[in-house]
């Protein structure tokens, strides 16, 4: 009996022992989920002119250029094909009064829905870049963006300089992922008004879409 | 974990996005697309005058000059070329402008038209009570001619000149020949002695183009 009781009070000792100690393991395990790949998703606006063949190059150019034309298709001396949506005449160049209609196709080669949001135009070097011939052209130039595919709304409509200032804010446009040519006209009207000030001037200009995730 | 440990780091959790929301600025996925390089060639609109066609294409402007004329004298004939030296297609119409006839009594130059191709009324009326039959073919006759629609533009014995003042259209690098013709006839009286008549013709043009002007005839 007494030797029970001592057994238990060592016992007892000993657990209080181990308890008093601070320290003590536990039954553990670590399971890892390894691998976890986030890929971010792309936008990606890309764009090309909506000329009849697969030639990259501006939708505006004077004359049967064989690098922007090679095709010989809608130059600026001879009328557009009939039932043509775009092309146009100014036959000897641009005179006041005339109106040519071109277009480009944007495309959404990114992962994700791109909106396109706004549209800028700035002057290129290779042509006349300031004075009063310059300053009347880009006042005397109407421009009016449409966007065709499905929905004709009209994105701008306006004179030139209004869009050399930034970027300015158009219609929404919503592009998929992965999506098909979104297709945009660009109609070219010099005003009647102009005058000889813009005479046998040669007049260069960069179009830009902006686009940003949905 | 700890139920202590737990709560202080949600809170250190929430401090950080809420400094992340406070800070405002947050970059969206972006893209452009640009067509390059459009170009807008404007065209031109010139005309210019030479004496033979293959010459130089110089001024707008053909002078006239009648002196030294007594009656009978062979007409005097003058030929030149007027040419579209622009690159669009475009309407020339041709004017008389600074014309003065000068009578050999001393009384002074009388103004037929102006500089800017205005027919002086009172120049008129003086000149035909100055020189007797003037414009007429018994007198003194002057005539502008197109030689190439075979179209006589103006012959002052005329009772009207419908082509005067009328556009011809001429394409880019094309060209009308014009002929001026004066005579001063057998029969001119004495009223033309020492008469002295200068002036210009000037050919004006403008754009065919988007033009809605309708008097005008065309190049046959």
């Known amino acids: 009996m007494k030797k029970r009781l001592l057994a238990l009070a060592t016992t007892g000792l000993m ?19 390894s691998n976890n790949t986030f890929a971010a998703g792309t936008i990606n606006l890309d764009q090309s002119r909506d000329s009849g063949d697969s030639v990259p190059g501006p939708m505006f150019y004077s004359s049967t250029n064989p690098v922007t034309n090679p095709a010989g298709l809608y130059p600026y001396d001879q009328p557009a094909p009939s039932g043509s949506v775009i092309g146009g005449e100014a036959i ?29 135009a700035k002057v290129n070097s290779a042509g006349v870049t300031s004075g009063a011939a310059y300053t009347e052209f880009i006042n005397d130039m109407n421009i009016k963006v449409v966007y065709n595919t499905g929905t004709g709304v009209v994105l701008y409509n306006g004179p030139l300089s209004n869009l050399l200032n930034g970027w300015v804010t158009i219609p ?30 040669n007049f260069v200009f960069d179009f830009s879409f902006y686009a940003e995730q949905n | 974990m700890s139920l202590k440990k737990k709560l202080a780091m949600a809170v250190v959790t929430t401090t950080a996005g809420a400094a992340i929301m406070a800070a405002g600025s947050f970059a969206l996925f972006t893209s452009t697309a640009t067509n390059s390089a459009n170009t807008f060639a404007t065209g031109t609109v010139n005309v210019a005058l030479s004496p033979t066609v293959g010459g130089t294409y110089a001024s707008s402007m053909q002078s006239i000059n009648v002196t030294g004329a007594a009656p009978g004298d062979a007409a005097t004939v003058k030929t030149f070329f007027v040419k579209n030296t622009g690159s669009l297609s475009e309407y020339i119409m041709p004017k008389f402008v600074s014309c003065n006839v000068t009578p050999g009594d001393g009384t002074g ?4 038209y102006d500089a800017a191709g205005v027919l002086n009324s009172n120049g008129l ?30 012959d002052t014995a005329a009772t009207s000149n419908p082509l005067w003042g009328q556009y011809l259209e001429v ?37 065919s183009a988007n033009n809605t002007q309708t008097v005008r005839h065309a190049k046959i």
């Open chain 1, 92 to 120: 000897g160049g641009w005179a006041p009064g005339d109106k040519v209609t071109r277009a480009l196709n944007l495309q959404n080669t990114g992962s994700l829905v791109a909106r396109i949001t706004k549209l800028q």
């Open chain 2, 125 to 154: 009326s003086s000149a035909l009570t100055k020189f007797t039959g003037f414009g007429t073919a018994a007198a003194f006759e002057f005539k502008v001619e197109d030689l190439t629609t075979g179209q006589t533009l103006y």
């Open chain 1, 172 to 201: 929404t446009m919503l592009a998929a992922g992965h999506s098909g040519p979104l297709n945009v006209s660009f109609e070219a009207t010099l005003d009647p008004s102009a005058d000889n000030t813009v005479e046998g001037q």
């Open chain 2, 171 to 207: 394409a880019p690098g094309s060209t009308d020949e014009i002929q001026l013709t004066y005579q001063l006839a057998s029969t001119a009286n004495n009223t033309y002695q020492g008469m002295n008549y200068t002036g210009s013709i000037e050919f004006d043009a403008v754009q």
């Open chain 2, 109 to 112: 130059a009388i103004n037929l």
């Open chain 1, 15 to 33: 657990s209080f022992g181990l308890l008093a100690g601070g320290t003590y393991a536990l039954f553990t395990s670590s399971a890892t989920n």
